[in-house]
């Protein structure tokens, strides 16, 4: 992970406009990037949750899905997953699968921070060992899909976007797939 890491900015369409500092983007009017999300799923279907670090910029300490982030400019999102899986969580992934391509989302944080992406989300499957790296993720914990289904109907208890996301994933037919 480098230091001066760039976000994409992208009009109403999805059209690259611009770069943007990683580090100074996430701010009370943060201008549309692209973003993406994973939840990552074991050999016995069960998904894995983590709890952002302390120290992240926007919703520190909130449990959430297996991992997100941000494509740099000209990065293949799936590209991205792959890197952001290694960076995040110390796991190698071969072919993610995006399942909710045109996944969009806006939230504001307590403290005022916005977070405000076009954020294809994307699965995969791994049987490697987690191995968190600590000022991305301070937990982790594998799921059932029903588990992670009852959290997103308390939104308190996961982040904005993934409460968003799961009941979109259940109609796409995730966890269905995951059972064949």
Not at 62 to 84: I, K, Q
Request: glycine fraction near 6%; include cysteine.
């Amino acid at each position: 992970m480098t230091t001066n890491e760039l976000v994409v900015l992208v009009d109403d369409e999805g059209r690259q406009v611009g770069t943007a500092a990683k580090a100074s983007v996430h701010t009370a009017e943060t201008p549309l990037h692209l973003g993406f999300s994973c939840y990552l799923f074991d050999d016995a279907g069960r998904v894995l949750l983590t709890r952002r670090a302390l120290n992240k910029k926007t919703w520190p300490g909130v449990w959430t899905n297996s991992f997100c982030g941000h494509p740099g400019p000209g990065e293949d999102p799936a590209d991205a997953v792959v890197r952001r899986a290694a960076e995040e969580l110390g796991v190698d992934l071969d072919a993610p699968t995006c399942i909710l391509p045109d996944f969009r989302y806006r939230a504001v944080a307590a403290d005022g921070t916005v977070e405000n992406e076009l954020c294809p989300v994307f699965w995969a499957r791994t049987g490697a060992p987690i191995r968190p790296v600590a000022d991305e993720t301070m937990d982790v914990r594998w799921v059932d899909w029903p588990e992670l289904r009852a959290a997103a109907d308390l939104p308190w208890a996961i982040s904005p976007w993934a409460v968003e996301q799961v009941p979109l994933l259940e109609a796409a037919g995730l966890p269905d797939a995951l059972a064949r």
